[in-house]
């Protein structure tokens, strides 16, 4: 589905990512684990075309989309839900969400049923559906980041990156992002994760890969890395 290989990339003269190479099969949910500046978000943003990369080769359904426009790549089914809540403030939150769907309207992908996802959306994301017609830019931080996550999901994407879904939310909020992301995996949604909060990452992933100074350093299954008495140590906080 998603396949990365020998992937570079960087800001200005410095080179963050020194290739790296991964894997997102289809249906599956894959953590991407690393420390502050270890180049997660760099990782999805030269996947999504956000950042352009500087070598290697990012496969979306076997289509090389590397250095392709964010729009392009997000026609040919790729959602980013970025770090930070990148919601349109004046617009309200069914419109944010039907702006989420827009790249199919323009693609060739299938159009699809843009107000039966809509709905669901509404269903997954319950706190959306109360507040559908308020103004996006006064919801709460914790709701914004809900309503980036629900746009991500209107695109119908073959594959979505969630860099920091739970970024500055109050537990329970928290909890709530776990419970969603368990939700869409059991609708068979494949994932990319970045999370600050590592075990919960690793207890709703199938496999993930650690991220050490723009280098894969471990990858393996979650239930192995779970165990990894290293990965435990540095990401684990040493617990469980
Ligand atoms: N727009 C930018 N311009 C220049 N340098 C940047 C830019 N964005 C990130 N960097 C640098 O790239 C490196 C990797 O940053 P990145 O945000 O990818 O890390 P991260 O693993 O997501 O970290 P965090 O967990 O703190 O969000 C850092 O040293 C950061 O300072």
Do not use: C, W
């Not at 991964?22 to 953590?31: A, E, I, T, W």
């Not at 319950?126 to 709460?140: C, D, H, K």
């Amino acid at each position: 589905m998603l396949k990365i290989d020998n992937l570079r990339a960087g800001y200005g003269g410095t080179d963050v990512l020194h290739g790296i190479s991964l894997d997102v099969p289809q249906g599956r949910v894959v953590s991407l684990i690393g420390s502050n500046g270890a180049g997660k978000t760099t990782t999805m943003r030269a996947i999504s075309g956000m950042v352009k990369p500087r070598a290697g080769s990012v496969r979306l359904n076997g289509v090389d989309v590397a250095g392709l426009d964010a729009y392009r790549v997000a026609r040919l089914g790729l959602a980013h839900s970025p770090e930070g809540r990148r919601v349109f403030p004046t617009l309200t939150v069914a419109d944010n969400l039907l702006l989420g769907a827009f790249p199919r309207l323009t693609g060739s992908r299938p159009r699809g049923d843009v107000q039966g996802d809509l709905a669901r959306a509404m269903e997954l994301f319950p706190r959306l559906m109360e507040r559908r017609l308020q103004l996006a830019g006064t919801l709460s931080g914790g709701e914004q980041q809900m309503l980036a996550m629900a746009r991500a999901v209107m695109l119908d994407p073959d594959v979505v990156l969630l860099d920091e879904p739970s970024m500055g939310l109050a537990p329970v909020l928290v909890d709530e992002v776990f419970r969603i992301i368990r939700r869409l995996r059991e609708r068979g949604t494949t994932m990319l994760l970045v999370e600050q909060f590592a075990a919960a990452a690793l207890e709703v992933s199938d496999y993930a890969y650690v991220l050490e100074n723009g280098r894969i350093a471990v990858h393996g299954p979650a239930e192995q890395l779970k165990h990894d008495p290293a990965v435990r140590a540095a990401y684990l906080g040493g617990v469980h």
